[in-house]
Each structure stands twice: as C-alpha cells, then as structure tokens.
C-alpha cells in the first residue's frame, strides 16, 4: 500500500518501493496537476545516489510526459533543495525527489514538491494518494519511453548546479569565506551533495577536503546517511588528524546538516539550530519569525523573548514548518533532524547553504566552532540534548500507543510537568526547563524519545524516565 508519511512515500527497494510504484505515484501526481490547472508549467524531476535512483527518476518522467506534462530532469545526482529551487527558477508546477533523504540503504522515496520550492502539504498529498487505489485497480498508467520523450522535446535534461551557485552566491560572503584560510572538511556521506561545498567555495585560501564523496549506494561504515554523530565517527577522525577547523557534512540528499568542531567533537542539531537563529539575529542583525517543530530546542523560544521576536511551533516535519515560514516570513525555520530554511531563499531545507552559514559565522566573529557554542550558551543558558530511538515489532504499535495515550504524568523524575502538549506525540514541560518529549516516527518502525536539559546527564535520565513510562 503506498501512503504518504512525514516527507513523501518511502520504502523498501524492490519491495514496495518499484519501478512499477513509482509510475503508480507519478500518475497520481500528474492527474493532480491536470485537474489543478498548473500542469502546462511542467515539473522538474530529481534524484540522489540510493540504488537504482537513476532509474526510478526517468520512469516518473516517462509518466509524467506521456501525459503530456514537460519535464525537466536532473542529469546526475542532485541534492532536494536544488530541485526545489529548479522549480522556482523554471516557474514549474512542482517537483518529483527520487530520494529516501536519510533513511537506511535499503529504502527509497517519493518526494513531491509544490511549485514555490516547499514540501508538499499534507492536503495535497493526500490528493494525490488517494487516486492511486484506483490507479493500480484499473492499471491506467500512461507512459512513453524516454527516448521518445527525449526526441519530442517532453523531458530535457537540465544541470542545476549554476543557478543554485548563483543563488547561493547572493544569500553568502563568500569571499569572505574565501579568504578566511580554513581547512574544512566536507562529507556528503556518499550523497547528492558531493562536491557542493567544495566547488562553492571553490580554490581559494579556504580549503576544502572531501571525504565520502564518491557514490556508494551502501553507505558504509554508517548506518544510514544521516549526519548524527553515530555516523560521523570517520569524519571526526579525519578532523583531528588534519588538524581542521570545522566539519561539515550533509545527509543523502543534502537537505540536513551536520557540523563537527575543530576538537573532532559533532555539535548536535539543536545547536546547530541555535547557532544558526542566533548568527542571523546577532551577527546579520535581522529580524523575523523563528519556527520549530516540538522537537526541536528551548533555546529557539529563549532567542525569542532575547530579540523580541515571535516563536510558532508546529509538528514534526518541514512540510508542516514551510507554510508558516511563507505565512510569517520567517527568519528560519528548523527541524530536530538538522533541516533548516531561511527567508529569502526557499522554504525548504538546505544542507549547503547552512554549512556555509556557520562558517560565516566563523568568518564575522573570528571564533572556532566550540567558541560559537560557548558564546550563544552566554546569551541563553547551557542546553544539552538526547534521543533514543526504539524499534518496535510492528504487532506492538497498538499496545504503545495504548501507553502513550496513558501517559499523563503529573511529574517526571521528580519534577513538576508544567505544560503538556500532544500536538505531535506527547510533549512534556518540566518546571526546572528541561522537555521530554514521545513519538512514533512518520518515516520508520521506531519510537523516538527526545528530552533537553541543563547537563547532559539529566537529560539522559529523562529519556531513560520515558522508556519507563513506556515500558520500551
């Protein structure tokens, strides 16, 4: 069954997720934009390095040309957010990502973007998915082959990476960069995003080494390409053998970022998220909404009340983050899993151009990545965090959730529970500061549990109270 979960449909390889899906997804989608009236703007069709990507990519092509759709289709690895921002530049209808973003090897996905750069919204995947039974039943895909597409002009190969240099160029001191004299470290962790930084920035006093950046479908000596600190081990070897200034490394797709310190030490995404909000509040000196999904820190809300500036937060997922981004023209907006987006550039996340965010940051204050940390605790408190993700045998989904819904605790640990919200899970407030927050992941067979707190201690024996309460 193809359904949509937090970003898009995701599944196993030759499994649920086959060519033969694909084209299911893609007429759905092509439908949808016929009946909307948009579809004469055409659609531009990405993909990233997973198994068979290069495949999957053409067959959503070849459907959407047949029905008479114009495509414009990447002609190598790209990362989403290039696609995105290809949907704006060609003012198409949207956008198709043959990408499974961070998920384990043995997955692909289906992402759908809307013709202004963002996640599709929940409403509008639903339209789509909810012609495809009728799709499968009445096997009423339309396809051309992609030679033919080639030859009648319907889909046409496009490289995206000099406007998105270009756009980069407008939103960055490059320059600056340029001539700061850093080693940095990329690692694209054998995804879309190979060769990005390095090329942006180009040969200059900055130097830029690249490991992991040719295309390994496997993603070895990682459990998926996701740039948290339990696959960034290499990277953080390398880091101190080089003696670098920073690290930076991007996620399969290159939506999400990861940044490890000169002492080879990976920050966690929540300080990435408050450096971030901070270096544009501070540094840039601008002014906007700031929006977070219930994940994401206490430092975000603190940076609010510093600066004056109003906090949305909304549930887990960037689909659910852009349209307030749009609606507030929000200064940032950001997401647990190290996906963050800015005004002025697309309401999407961007790996890339975060990375380049801090090492500005770098630049305009002369401070190493582990000084940028010390000095945004200075402004709201030390905060640390922690996650434990638990897999769960898919029978018990139902007696979890059972507990989940039972789980109402007056306090935790001995603390006070100040606030509840189950806007996205169950999210606790405890009186000292700290969070802990439960749920079940929209994209993978796993409960999460996240909790942030003054030491890192305290938030670890949080977590450990929710598996309590879950019996987990």
Known sequence: MIKFGTDGWRAIIADEFTVQNVRYCAQGMAEYLLESGVASRGIVIGYDT??????????????????????????GATPTQVVSFGTLHFNAAGAIVITASHNPPEWNGFKIKTAGGASAPPEV??????RIPDIIAKNRVKSISLEQALEQ?????????????????????????????????ADPMFGAGSGYLKNIIGPAKTQVIEIH?????????????????????????????????????????????????????????LQIFGLLAFYLLEIQGERGALVKTVTTTGMINRLGELYNVPVFETKVGFKHVAPIMEKENALIGGEESSGFGYRGHIPERDGVLSGLLILD????????????????????????????????????????????????????????????????GYHFRLA????????????????????????LDRAKALVSEGRKILQV
């Open 50 to 75: 997973r198994f068979a990507s290069e495949r999957f990519a053409p067959a959503a092509a070849e459907v959407m040309a047949a029905n008479g759709i114009k495509v414009r289709l990447t002609s």
């Open 125 to 130: 995947e639903a339209e789509i998915e909810k």
């Open 153 to 185: 002009g319907t889909i046409e190969y496009v490289d995206l990476y000099p406007i998105f240099a270009e756009q980069i160029a407008k939103l960055v001191d490059l320059e600056g960069i340029r001539q700061a004299g850093f080693k940095v470290v």
């Open 213 to 269: 950046q040719e295309r390994n479908p496997s993603f070895p000596g990682m459990k998926q390409p996701e740039p948290i600190a339990s696959n960034l081990t290499e990277l953080c070897q390398f880091i101190r053998e080089q003696k670098a200034d920073i690290g930076v490394a991007t996620d399969g797709d290159a939506d999400r970022v990861g940044i490890v310190d000169e002492n080879g030490e990976p920050l966690t995404p």
């Open 361 to 424: 940051f770098m630049v305009k204050t002369k401070k190493s990545p582990s000084e940028l940390v010390k000095y945004l605790y200075s402004k709201v408190g030390p905060h640390h965090y922690h996650r434990n993700d638990v897999e769960f045998p898919a029978e018990d989904r139902e007696v979890i959730v059972g507990r989940l819904n039972d789980s109402m605790p007056k306090s935790i640990g001995g603390t006070e529970v100040v606030n509840a919200n189950t806007i996205d």
């Open 432 to 455: 000292d500061g700290s969070w802990l927050l439960m749920r079940f992941s929209g994209t993978e067979p796993l409960l999460r549990i996240y909790s942030e707190a003054e030491s």
